[in-house]
């Protein structure tokens, strides 16, 4: 592994407290992300399920989890199974977890090969009246891709029809949403990476280097910092480039006079930091740039000070809507005749801030949580408003990521350069 390892009471809680909001006689089953293919005998690089993270700290492909908190026999209320290693997959592919390890890095005592799965769990799950299963019920999902996950619910439903089934993503949505300590620090610990990469670019950017280039510094950077690299698809966008919410092209010459919006963090041990810069091509932003410059600035803090204990989804993003709504009058981009005969349905100010304040942050980038339920402590969100000018070629978007506290808040980004002054300092500096 590229990180440190994980001490395994974080998983053995998480697996507790999972437990103890599953109904009676129930038991629950995860299962890891497929390699995905990309063609030939080709794939992809592997990313673990998220929640099957959360619950072992399981990095490896094949493996499956089963939860029984209620079974009779002490040792079936936990089974972790694992992909069995041979010498032929040693040689190809590197070692595999040993089942000593396993337990070492989950807690789990119970620990079966893949492949006698079906034996083990018939001794299981007929002491079982419901069975949760998981699938990915992100509001933002749209992937018609079939998931290991979605596989076994067929399979399930056909071995085992008489069984009553429940949803299990709920509950992960609910646990995810408030970080335990330790996810905390390792969120940290990859902003802090994304701060050394961002420090790194304020000295190599000019004119005429490509995005691409700058991309390839940033990557340097998060891997030699134990990173396993981009947490998404970074934003390197230059000019008017940075009016494409999600441009990922990165293969423009960065052209004096513009401004480089950079979308694009590191993770780490598979939590993820996502950070949003604005900063000018030759060093010094003009006076127009500054001008949008500080009122994105004004409206992140305006948003980061709403970003507390007891408040809620839609709300903090009406309130910060208004705060945008005004900046964008100062600058002379909405006239309140504009804010008069708006469409309540597309306001006037989405013109220029088409997307959301914040969203979750955690094990993914767009993390799960309800919009419903209030802001508790614990939770991290991203705060990144911005001002897109298309007709000005200019987009400027500032992001940080937020832990809501029992007092306030802490910005887990505080230590990166955001104000305009400092930035142009740092850029200009010998």
């Given amino acids: 592994m590229r990180y440190s390892s ?84 040693a040689v190809w592919e590197g070692e595999k977890l040993t089942k000593e390890k396993a ?17 083990v769990f018939r001794n299981i799950v007929f002491e079982a009246e419901r069975i949760y299963l998981n699938s990915n019920e992100h509001t933002r999902n749209d992937s018609l891709v079939q998931t290991r996950d979605d596989r076994f619910i067929r399979f399930f439903r056909e071995r085992y029809p008489l069984h009553q089934l429940e949803r299990l993503a709920p509950l ?17 610990k990859a902003c802090d990476i ?4 961002f420090e790194r670019l304020l000295k190599f950017v000019k004119p005429g280097v490509t995005e691409f280039e700058i991309e390839a510094e940033m990557l340097h950077e998060y891997v030699r910092s134990g990173s396993r690299g981009f947490a998404y698809s970074p934003i390197i966008a230059s000019g008017k480039n940075a009016c494409v919410l999600h441009y990922i092209q990165n293969d423009q010459v960065c052209k004096e006079g513009e401004v480089l919006l950079l979308d694009c963090a590191a993770e780490y041990a598979n939590y993820n930091a996502d950070l949003t810069r604005s900063i000018p091509v030759s060093g010094r932003f003009t006076k127009r740039q500054a001008e949008v410059y500080d009122a994105v600035l004004r409206v992140f803090r305006a948003a980061k000070d ?73 939770m991290v969100f991203t705060c990144e408003p911005g001002i897109y000018i298309r007709e000005e070629g200019l987009g400027i978007r500032l992001e940080n990521n937020i832990l809501i506290t029992e007092t306030g808040n802490l910005d887990l980004m505080g230590g990166i350069p955001i104000e305009r002054e400092e930035i142009e300092d740092l850029m200009n500096a010998s």
């Fill in 172 to 188: 992960m949505h609910q646990l995810r949403a408030v970080k335990h300590p330790e996810e905390v620090r390792l969120m940290q």
């Fill in 103 to 119: 337990r070492e890095l989950s807690g789990i005592a119970t620990i079966y090969w893949t492949n006698q799965f079906d034996t």
């Fill in 306 to 378: 709403m970003l507390v204990t007891g408040n809620i989804w839609d709300e903090y993003h009406a309130r910060v809507n208004e705060v945008m709504e005004k900046e964008l009058v100062g600058l002379g981009l909405l006239s309140l005749e504009d804010i008069r005969n708006q469409n309540p349905d597309w306001p006037a100010y989405k013109k220029y801030f088409p997307h959301g304040t914040s969203h979750f942050l955690g094990l993914d980038v767009h993390d799960v949580g309800n919009k419903y339920r209030r802001f508790e402590p614990g």
């Fill in 194 to 197: 994304t701060q050394a990469g």
């Fill in 6 to 89: 994980i001490d395994s009471s974080l998983f053995v809680s998480n697996r507790r407290r999972l437990g103890q909001l599953l109904l009676p006689k129930s038991l629950a089953i995860l299962n890891a992300n497929d390699l995905m293919p990309t063609n030939a005998d080709g794939t992809m690089g592997f990313r673990q399920n998220a929640d099957l993270f959360y619950l072992t700290g399981i990095d490896q492909e094949e493996t499956v989890l089963v939860l029984f908190p209620g079974h009779p026999d002490p040792k079936l209320r936990e089974v972790l199974f694992l992909r069995e290693t041979n010498e032929h997959i």
